[in-house]
Each structure stands twice: as C-alpha cells, then as structure tokens.
C-alpha cells in the first residue's frame, strides 16, 4: 500500500487529495498547516522518520494574490523559505516531493499557452514567491513533481465561485473582468491528477520535472462568472440576472494579473497519459454543494 503525507490537509487542494488517495486505496497521514510547521525542518525531519511515507504532497501555501503585495515577508516564508526547508528534508530521506505551484508564475505576455519551457517572468509577489518555491523543490530535491495550476475553484474556501456567488444572492448585476484569459480547474481534478501522478511513479519511472494541469476550454472571468450565472438560476435564491463585462483597469486590484494564463497540457498527456477535463461539469458539482449547504 503506497503511504502518503499530505500537508495542507484544510486546504481546497488538500482536503480534495486525501479524499481522492483513500477512495483508490492509499494510505494517508494527513496535517494541517497548524499541525506541521513547514517552517521547522527538525519537526518535517521528525514526522517523515516517524511515519515513514512513500511520498509527501505538499498544497500548502500563502495564496492571498492581493494581500502578498504588502505581506510580502509573510508570502515569501511560505511559499519559498518552508518550502525549501519541506525540499531538502524530502531529499535527506529520499522521499519524493509533489508540490502545487501556479500560472501566476507567467507574466501572461503570450498569444499561446505556456509549456513547462516558457521562461517564467511573474508580475506581481505572489507569482515570483511560487517561482521561487519552483527552484527551491528542483535545487533540493531531485525526485520531485512541480504541478502548476491555474484558476484553482472548489466548494470550499475562498475563491471566485463563493464570492461571486455571495454577490448574485444580493445583487441583480455583477461585474467580472473579461480582458484576462484563463482555464478554471476544480480541486478535484487537481487531486486525480496528483494522485495518478503518484501511482505512475510508484513503478520505477523517471519522470520527474515539472508539469502544467488547468481544466479545458480558455475563459474569462467574465465567461466563467456567466457560466456560474447559468448554473446557480436553478436555485431560487440567485437575484442577478446578468454580468457586467468590465475591464481590468476598470477592475483595479493590489496585484497586477497576467493577462493570458493558459497552459500547454501536452506534456503531462505525453508522460503520464493524463487528460484535461471539462471544468463546466465540476463547475455544477461544485454550486450545487455550496447552495445547498445554505440551505437554499
């Protein structure tokens, strides 16, 4: 039986992996980011000699996109000190490492979806603490796995959906940028994706690297608002009736968004034989979870 230890087990990603690596049989030892300090590699050192798991995966890290622009110490002790210290005690105990990264690590300059090649340029704290974190897990531990994700959404947390939805039970209009382009990708796909990388690489194949994973079909967020739109009218309590396109400048935010964040997925097809899916199914899963927890 493969052992997994997941850090993060709270988080949208986390909670999602245990739930995928039970379901197909694996064993997990799962903490949350008050259970294991990332930061204290004596206690990482202890839990991988005490547990003595097959392969860590790491969905821990600071993801306020806006908020890191002044928490800018805070961002970088997460996403690239922690890191670092998580990467080397991996590498001591010659435990591979998963670790979640970010589209954010683009500077969305491009016409065409980013591959793994593409020299990373972020824009704004958030993106370059992830790249950091990135060269850290490849500097320290050889046998890794770097998943980059775009447009993470889940019925738990903070994200896109929960907000917008809040809005379009009060509101009749609500505004979404439609000049930053992207693909939307369920928690739970992330988690299969993890979880089948980690089988595969569980027979002794060299693959490791790092490999980009969004949903299919590029959006805005405009287009994914519409799309949130259409599933929640099923439920009475949606007041909006329509989206508001607004631009990104007329849209101002702390941080500076890439503009174009789709990712090349062809690598991890080739490799792993991994297929994006459609992110509109796990859209309507998702609303359908978040509505009907409030009872609507």
């Keep these: 039986m493969i052992k997994l230890l997941v850090t993060g087990a709270l988080s949208q990603v986390g909670s999602a992996v245990c739930k995928q690596a039970v379901s197909v049989g694996m064993e997990v030892i799962a903490f949350t980011s008050a259970d294991l300090n990332l930061a204290n590699a004596h206690q990482i050192d202890n839990v991988l000699t005490q547990?003595?798991?097959?392969?860590?995966?790491?969905?821990?890290?600071?993801?306020?996109?806006?908020?890191?622009?002044?928490?800018?110490?805070?961002?970088?002790?997460?996403?690239?000190?922690?890191?670092s210290k998580l990467a080397e005690v991996c590498a001591n105990h010659d435990v591979p490492l998963l670790h979640v990264s970010s589209n954010h690590v683009f500077d969305g300059q491009a016409d065409h979806p980013y591959t793994e090649t593409h020299v990373a340029n972020p824009v704004n704290v958030f993106g370059r603490s992830k790249f950091a974190g990135e060269l850290k897990v490849s500097q320290y531990c050889p046998k890794h796995l770097i998943l980059r994700v775009s447009w993470l959404f889940s019925a738990e947390g903070n994200n896109f959906i929960s907000r917008t939805l809040n809005q379009m039970q009060t509101q009749n209009q609500v505004k979404a940028v439609c000049d930053q382009f992207g693909c939307p990708t369920p928690a739970t796909d992330i988690a299969r994706v993890l979880i089948a990388m980690v089988q595969q690489v569980s027979c002794n194949i060299e693959v490791w690297g790092t490999y980009h994973y969004c949903g299919a079909e590029v959006t805005t967020w405009q287009g994914f608002a519409e799309a949130i739109l259409a599933a929640a009218k099923k439920h009475p309590a949606t007041c909006a009736t329509t989206i508001k396109a607004v631009t990104s400048a007329n849209f101002p935010a702390q941080a500076i968004r890439p503009r174009y964040s789709v990712m090349d997925c062809k690598k991890i097809q080739s490799v792993f034989g991994i297929s994006q899916r459609p992110w509109r199914s796990g859209l309507v899963h998702v609303i359908n979870c978040l509505l009907e927890s409030r009872k609507i």
Excluded: F, Q, W
């Design 51 to 83: 547990y003595c798991p097959h392969y860590v995966i790491n969905t821990i890290g600071y993801a306020h996109v806006d908020k890191a622009e002044y928490e800018v110490d805070l961002c970088y002790s997460m996403n690239r000190d922690a890191i």
